[in-house]
């Protein structure tokens, strides 16, 4: 069974302009059997998803997608829009957002960000520690995503893999920077390892960070998951997560990937078209002895 696990809609994240209807039917047409839509701390499309959903008969599976001090983490399950309830309770109509957009007479991500900072109060501070505690808790699937992408979190596997060349330490050894990590950010390698699953095929990274990806997770014993992480229509059906097993709902996907009979695969990627990665790590790509994007 094909599902394309990582995905935003312009219904539920302010960053996207992928309509939910242009995702489901282009996914039944390249034969996807399910998307997961993971909004930007929200599950403010779900009403919109499920209607698509209905509509295309591709299945959908709501998650989140969390920004958190060191990671992107994707939560998965039955429980996930109870996470953190002072805030997912108050965005989950995308029209909320529109009209505090609005009353600021100006519709942008800035508006929106600054408005939302004001009047949401998180009771739980959404700390990457917080959502795995709580997102186990309530039978969640947390997914560590595209791990060094080039995002620029402070102290992040990507921030430190520069770090490391940086400093002149050579070739790649998984083992050794993994080290060199936790005598740096012991924090991170404990999120790592509390993590259920790596994204280890990202549409939106490079050819050399999910290649890192993939070793990190193969060095930790992780299952490993694939996304598209799509926020157009021209990103959508790149990267996909093959499942041994059928899946009908969230209890479903969240067991089959901790249980590991998942794997991750290329879909439609084969040309790179989009990718958000620096220029620093193909520059870096053949100091670090890995394939170097065509």
């Known amino acids: 069974m094909i599902i394309d696990l990582h995905n935003h809609t312009i219904e539920g ?14 996914a039944r047409s390249i034969h996807i059997d399910g998307i997961g839509v993971t909004e930007h701390g929200s599950f403010g499309s779900a009403s919109v998803v499920q209607e698509e959903s209905k509509i295309s008969g591709v299945l959908a599976f709501q998650g989140i997608e969390y920004s958190t001090e060191f990671a992107h983490l994707l939560v998965y399950g039955p429980s996930v829009n109870l996470l953190f309830p002072a805030v997912d309770d108050q965005i989950i109509d995308t029209g909320f957002l529109l009209n505090i ?20 109060q998180p009771e739980i501070p959404q700390t990457a520690e917080n959502i795995l505690f709580h997102g186990h808790s309530k039978d969640c699937c947390i997914i560590f995503a595209h791990p060094f992408s080039f995002i620029g979190e402070k102290l992040g596997f990507n921030y430190l893999l520069k770090s490391w060349v940086m400093e ?6 998984m083992p ?7 005598d740096r950010n012991p924090e991170l390698i404990r999120i790592a390892e509390s993590s259920d699953a790596f994204e280890t095929i990202n549409g939106c990274a490079s050819p050399v960070e999910n290649l890192l990806s993939r070793l990190l997770a193969i060095e ?12 157009f229509i021209e990103m959508a059906g790149r990267c996909v997560t093959v499942f041994e097993k059928n899946i009908s ?3 479903d996907l969240v067991n089959e990937i901790k249980a590991g009979r998942v794997s991750p695969k290329e879909y439609l990627n084969e040309n790179n078209i989009l990718s958000y990665y620096s220029d620093y790590f193909t520059y870096k790509a053949k100091d670090l002895r890995l394939p170097q994007r065509t």
């Open 13 to 26: 994240s302010p960053d996207s302009k992928l309509k939910s209807s242009d995702l489901f039917q282009f």
């Open 101 to 120: 957009a609005n009353s600021q007479s100006q519709l942008s991500i800035s508006a929106l960000k600054n408005a939302i900072a004001e009047i949401i």
């Open 168 to 173: 002149g330490r050579g070739n790649i050894h």
């Open 176 to 182: 050794a920077f993994l080290k060199y990590v936790s």
């Open 220 to 231: 930790l014993g992780k299952p490993q998951t694939g996304g598209s992480d799509a926020h």
């Open 249 to 251: 709902d969230s209890k």
